[in-house]
């Protein structure tokens, strides 16, 4: 990788992703991860980009996370649905709780 080739927006976003999988996995802080993708959107070049992760263990591919055959975003969607019709169903009792005692 030529250091000096000015960097893309995917070459932004690839390493924007890269900061987010490290933060879930626990290595970066919030502030860090701020502070890192601040970084990233005024990097001019490959070296640049390459600076913030230097101090980073290499991850696999996204796609070596993903469970075989199936949508690596979808488990998270369906707690994020179950979670919402929990919340629903519980402000539901509860109208029809006060409802009743008033």
Request: proline share 5%; hydrophobic share 45%.
């Amino acid at each position: 990788m030529d250091v000096e080739l000015r960097a893309s927006d995917d070459d932004r976003n690839r390493v924007v992703a890269e900061l987010h999988r490290h933060t879930t996995a626990g290595r970066l802080t919030l502030d860090e991860f701020s502070d890192r993708v601040g970084a990233v959107w005024t990097s001019r070049t490959l070296g640049d980009l390459a600076a913030l992760t230097r101090d980073l263990p290499a991850l696999p591919s996204p796609a070596a996370d993903a469970p075989a055959g199936g949508d690596p975003a979808g488990h998270g969607r369906r707690e994020l649905l179950v979670l919402f019709a929990v919340a629903a169903l519980t402000l539901l009792l509860l109208g029809g709780f006060l409802a009743v005692t008033r």
